[in-house]
């Protein structure tokens, strides 16, 4: 037997923007049933390549071949056309569209007619991917989205899947059950390319590796036969950087979270029920979770902006702060830094000093209502230095700058605020791995300055890095917040596919431990008001 | 019982602009577009409709230049807020400002000319029937072919394959864009639709419901058609019962007079205006009914990163 | 409509800043595309209104040749002459004194994306307050009548502009519509007044109220000319609007909300009172405005109290680059194409509707030049690919 034709095989392939190189001579084979992983941290190009195979981008230069021939893909259309299907990391699906809806979209016409609903029914039980195609998407979790993203490209039966970054929306368990999945497609023939930056799940998934670094190829290997480290210097060029971490000191509790419930304000939103939470000077509580589990809902109403009704379900030292508004919150002493950078977090179009302005003017930046010019660039170009941001200078709009440098810019422009609580929400996500490993050290100092940290994230292998107790949110419920010492990934991924929730007080009704898992066949018993 | 009947097809007679004006600008909205300039292509659709009519003495020459006209002008709103990315409310004030000031630049010389408009149906023994005669069968044609638009509309959004993909541009265009769809071309076909029904709307005024030409004479009725797609939560069968209600506040006016009711007749013009407001702030108050059929993209430009 | 909020107005914002797209073909192998810019150009937002300026009149040019005048003859007309001489420039000022108020306040809250379009009736009743207080007082020679009127107006205007602001804030209601709305509203109830209780008894059964008196009157600013006092008042509110806006930290604020309603929510930012301070400071205004057109050239209350100017105003707001000195430049070019207008008309027989449509016309080219602030225009020609064509392609 002869050595098979690639499926996919890039050569040369180049992409330019103004101020980036995002591939530079890229060269990529994916063999016929191959699981096939795209490697590298942010900014690496691995999205702006597979837009590229997917025809959403078109390259400066280089060439494609599609079983042995040479295409121009120029658009998505023509892509599914040859077989490619793509699992966005973003999903791509419309929320007041049912199931059935967003599948027809992406069908040709003629296929997407009478029999559709027959056709999502077989693929979807042949591959443990339940759906009821008269669902309205908004009112599905997370992980059940992913499915119907997954149901729509096999419905167009691809020969080459692109999988974007799936598993960032799942629990540890519900990744095992996609990797189930994939492979039987895989033994179908199916080729397919997996991008990550996860190492552990590309050793256990897939039989090739090509890993990429600031736009180019910087090696191949059989990720079965490397290690996490050896990866790891492929993908950033170095070891990977590890904060420093001494024992907690916690001390008193600065922020108390007192049976706050909260119904959602959006349709498409979660409601929170009786969460209780305490962060103690000097110790960094994490939040674990799959998102759309009331994450945002929570951020919303400890940061106020989003007050609730009772004053006391939230305190600040002690002082009922439920009613007030973000403003008098961070009057009090409070800092947050939201998932969102750029239109949350910082105006794009305004500069660094003024987006400096937009939460600190407490810091002597205004008299008689005025702003003080000097004062409001001083302190951002302190911060800049302070935590190195790479910038044009105070005068730099927010949206010049990459996300990681924006990132550290805005934590840094809360720590500088001295806070005496300071909540993060994704601190380093779609952060490079520099920045990342730079703001979680600023988390940890903070702790040390004996300050009460709480951190939202999605990634399991942050939070255990930096925290001293951690929790799970699921179906808008809160688990109770464990020492890091007692516990283990699995547990943690058995609490956020939601296991506590039964005992919680209102439980019963509710409960669905898959529905925040997205892997039961009754999605209907998910936590998501209509 | 007759005076009844009167009553109907006086109120179905003043709703049909409201109708067209409204179906347009649903179909817009759909697409995530918010074009303000419903004021000023339904000006420009009267004076084209209106100076046609009265040129060529054929009123249906003029509904035709009415409807390209209004597509035309909606073409301006186009380029600028679809291909330039300009702010959309700015975009639909410039419209309707510029329509406003086109059309009484154009109708100068309209004014107070008289034209034989398009008249009601006359059926030989149908429309002679009682009551039934006159309720079904004696509206002007234009009115019935506002409810074939309605129907098309309706037809059109919820039951092809082209509609829901208007209805998928215009909830989320990322998406639209990354599956494939032409985003900016499905949306100026929207807005070419909704210039079109404007232009419709206006000819109806300028040849069949007055007919005549003055300036400003739609007086505000492009800027209502607005708050009825809102009215409507962007479902087309409101549309089509708010219209009716709307015109019914009109006729109110004419109805209080011929009552003899002592009152200003500045108040009953009013009316029309007030009802607007209150029902806009009854409907309005329901953020979730808002947020759930609002097009989730409305009034935000899209750039499809490339 | 959403009447969940306001529409996402100068928020521009593209994920990246290498982002490029919905390019114009231009031939069929060299193409024009635009490009986000990674900042946005200050010199384009300086030069987009002279360039928009510019192609108005390049249109104006067309449209007299069109219409069969000399195009220079027709310029002279338009643009020359009304400003020929001291009456001219006077009168030139005196119409640019309400734009420049109506406009600074109305920039104040289009920045915080409050989008008031409803000055014209703020400014009717604005005059109406003023001016029902100069009818009530026919005798006083009191020289506070005057601020009193003024006052009363601002308070009538904000009071007119309150409706919106509390039906956006209490139930949602889209400001857009209602405050336009209360522009119809607005005029059928100046035209009540004017036709029933308000009208002048030795008026002919003119629909107009009594001519007001000396007291109730601004001074003129020089014997034989039209200019008032109020143009002071409109340059006190242009300084006024130029500390709050640029240099205060709730202009500062409000600038945030109209730019990134998050941000703004982020920060703390009461969205309520933004749209508040947004319309009230509006109304206000246009209030003023109201009273200084009523107590001013006309004198008395009548339903054409004014050419428009509460809609000229949003114009002038946008080519001013809501800014209070780009408003007073831009309200300038806006006085002066209503005199043109008036000048056409007499001079050239042009129907004065010409103004009307130039102001539009000033706007779409705004809107079109206002692009290259934060996009860029690049030539691009096709990649060479030796890619030969697909099968089936």
């Known amino acids: ?530 | 019982m007759d005076q009844f009947a009167q009553l109907i097809v006086l109120t179905l007679a003043a709703g049909t602009p409201l109708v067209y004006a409204a179906l347009g600008e649903l179909v817009t909205e759909k697409s995530g577009v918010l074009n303000l300039g419903v004021e000023g292509m339904m000006l420009v659709g009267a004076v084209a409709s209106f100076a046609v009519a009265a040129t060529t003495k054929s009123p249906w020459l003029g509904v035709g230049a009415g409807i390209l006209a209004g597509a035309a002008v909606s073409m301006i709103f186009a380029v600028l807020a679809l291909s330039l990315m300009s702010n959309q409310v700015a975009t639909g004030l410039a419209l309707s400002l510029f329509g406003v000031g086109l059309s009484a630049f154009l109708g100068l010389e309209y004014v107070s000319v008289v034209i034989e408009g398009i008249r009601p149906l006359a059926v030989p023994g149908l429309s002679d029937l009682p009551i039934v005669g006159k309720l079904l069968f004696a509206h002007n044609p234009l009115v019935y072919l506002s409810l074939a638009l309605f129907a098309a509309v309706h037809w059109f959004l919820y039951r092809t394959r082209a509609g829901l993909v208007v209805r998928a541009v215009g909830e989320s265009p990322q998406s639209a864009h990354a599956i494939g769809y032409p985003v900016i071309a499905i949306r100026y076909m929207a807005v070419l639709f909704g210039g079109a029904c404007s232009g419709l709307a206006g000819a109806y005024l300028a040849v069949a419901y007055t007919p005549l030409w003055v300036e400003g004479m739609t007086a505000g009725r492009g800027w209502i058609a607005l708050a009825l797609v809102v009215f409507a939560t962007w479902k087309p069968w409101r549309v089509l019962a708010g219209a009716y209600l709307f015109g019914g506040v009109t006729l109110a006016q004419f109805q209080a007079q011929a009552l003899g009711l002592e009152m200003p007749s500045q108040f009953l013009s009013m009316l029309p205006y007030v009802a607007t407001i209150v029902v806009l702030a009854i409907i309005s108050r329901d953020a979730t009914t808002i947020r759930l059929n609002a097009p989730a993209s409305l009034g935000k430009p899209f750039h499809a990163g490339a | 409509m959403s009447a969940a909020g306001p529409p996402q107005g100068a928020n521009r914002s593209p994920t990246g800043g290498s982002a490029a797209a919905n390019a114009a073909s231009v031939g069929g192998s060299i193409r024009l595309r635009l490009e986000a810019r990674p900042e946005p150009s200050r010199l384009a937002g300086w030069l987009s209104p002279l360039a928009a300026a510019l192609a108005t009149l390049v249109v104006g040019f067309v449209l007299f040749s069109w219409l069969g005048k000399n195009p220079f003859t027709a310029f002279h007309a338009f643009f020359v002459k009304p400003v020929a001489d001291a009456y001219g420039v006077s009168e030139l000022l005196l119409k640019a004194s309400p734009l420049i108020l109506i406009a600074t306040g109305l920039a104040a809250g289009y920045r915080a994306n409050v989008w008031n379009i409803g000055a014209e009736g703020q400014l009717l009743v604005g005059a109406v307050a003023g001016g029902g207080l100069a009818l009530a007082f026919p005798e006083t020679t009191s020289p506070l009548l005057l601020p009193a009127m003024i006052v009363a107006g601002a308070l009538g205007g904000m009071a007119w502009a309150a409706i919106p602001a509390f039906l956006r804030t209490r139930f949602n209601a889209n400001e857009i519509l209602v405050s336009l709305m209360l522009v119809y509203v607005a005029t059928h109830l100046l035209s009540w007044l004017v036709h029933g209780p308000w009208r002048d008894p030795e008026g002919f059964n003119f629909p107009q109220s009594r001519l007001f008196h000396e007291a109730a009157l601004l001074p003129p600013l020089f014997e034989g000319l039209r200019v008032n006092a109020g143009l002071f008042v409109a340059l006190a509110v242009v300084a006024a609007g130029y500390l709050f806006m640029q240099k205060s930290l709730a202009g500062f604020q409000m600038r945030v909300a109209g730019l990134a309603p998050a941000a703004a929510n982020y920060a703390g930012i009461s969205s309520n009172r933004n749209v508040w301070m947004g319309l009230l400071i509006g109304g206000g205004c246009a209030g003023v405005a109201g009273v200084q057109e009523a107590a001013g050239p006309v004198g008395q209350l009548l339903p054409t109290l004014s050419p428009g100017y509460g809609f000229a105003a949003i114009i002038v707001a946008f080519v001013g680059r809501l800014h209070p000195v780009g408003v007073v430049f831009a309200a300038l070019l806006m006085s002066l194409l209503y005199l043109g207008g008036e000048s056409a008309q007499l001079n050239l027989a042009l129907p004065s509707a010409v103004t009307g449509l130039f102001q539009g016309t000033l706007l779409f080219f705004l809107l079109a030049a206002d692009v290259l602030i934060h996009y860029r225009l690049r030539v691009v020609r096709p990649a060479r690919t030796p890619v030969p064509v697909p099968k089936g392609a």
């Open chain 1, 1 to 530: 037997m002869s050595v098979p034709s690639p499926r996919l095989a890039l050569r040369g392939i180049t992409k330019a923007y103004p101020s980036v190189v995002a591939n530079d001579d890229i060269a990529l084979d994916v063999l016929p049933g191959e699981i096939h992983a795209v490697l590298g941290e942010n900014g690496a190009g691995k999205s702006t390549l597979m837009k590229i195979i997917y025809g959403v981008v078109k390259p400066d230069r280089g060439t494609i071949a599609w079983e042995g021939s040479p295409v121009v893909i120029a658009n998505p259309a023509r892509a599914r056309r040859l077989g490619i299907g793509m699992v966005f990391q973003h999903f791509s699906l419309f929320e007041t569209l049912t199931v059935a809806e967003n599948i027809a979209l992406a069908l040709e016409a003629d296929r997407a007619g009478p029999g559709l609903s027959q056709r999502i029914g077989d693929v979807s039980a042949h591959y443990g991917l339940p759906l009821e195609p008269d669902r309205h998407v908004h009112t599905m979790s997370v992980g059940e989205r992913q499915r119907v993203e997954i149901v729509r490209c096999l419905l167009q039966g691809p020969r080459l899947l692109i999988m974007d970054e799936p598993t960032s929306v799942l629990t540890p368990q519900a990744v095992e059950k996609l990797f189930e999945t994939l492979r039987t497609l895989a033994s179908e023939g199916c080729s397919i390319l997996y991008i990550s930056h996860k190492l552990d799940e590309i050793r256990a998934l897939c039989q090739k590796a090509t890993v990429l670094r600031a736009g180019r190829v910087t090696g191949t290997c059989d990720p079965r036969e490397e290690t996490s480290e050896s990866l790891a210097r492929m993908m950033i060029g170095g070891d990977l950087p590890r904060p420093r971490h001494a024992a907690a000191k916690a001390g008193a509790e600065r922020l108390a979270v007192d049976h706050l419930t909260l119904p959602a304000d959006d349709p498409f939103g979660t409601s929170l029920h009786a969460i209780s939470l305490a962060v103690r000077a000097g110790e960094i509580v994490g939040i674990a979770g799959v998102s759309g589990n009331g994450q945002k809902e929570l951020m919303a109403a400890l940061s106020g902006e989003r007050p609730v009704d009772d004053a006391n379900a939230i305190r600040l030292d002690g002082a009922p702060v439920g009613t007030l508004d973000a403003a008098k919150r961070r009057a009090m002493g409070l800092a947050f830094v939201p998932e969102e950078r750029l239109g949350r977090g910082a105006v794009p179009e305004l500069s660094l000093a003024e987006n400096a302005l937009l939460t600190a003017h407490r810091q002597s930046m205004v008299s008689r209502g005025f702003v003080r010019s000097e004062a409001v660039r001083t302190y951002a170009e302190d911060t800049i230095r302070a935590f190195g941001v790479k910038a044009g200078g105070p005068h730099a709009a927010a949206r010049s700058l990459s996300g990681g440098n924006l990132q550290k810019y805005i934590v840094g422009r809360e720590i500088r605020q001295k806070p005496r609580v300071m909540i993060a929400a994704q601190p380093t996500w779609g952060v490079d791995v520099g920045a990342a490993a730079q703001i979680r050290q600023a988390l940890i100092d903070l702790r040390e300055a004996g300050v009460a940290v709480l951190v939202v994230s999605e990634e399991l292998d942050e939070l255990f890095e930096i925290c001293d107790r951690l929790a799970v949110i699921a179906q808008g419920r809160l688990s109770e917040a464990k020492d890091i010492a007692d516990t283990n990934a699995g547990e943690i991924g058995q609490l956020m596919a939601g296991s506590f929730v039964a005992a919680g007080p209102h439980g019963q009704r509710r409960f669905s431990p898959a529905g925040a898992l997205g892997l039961d066949a009754e999605p209907g018993t998910g936590d998501r008001e209509p």
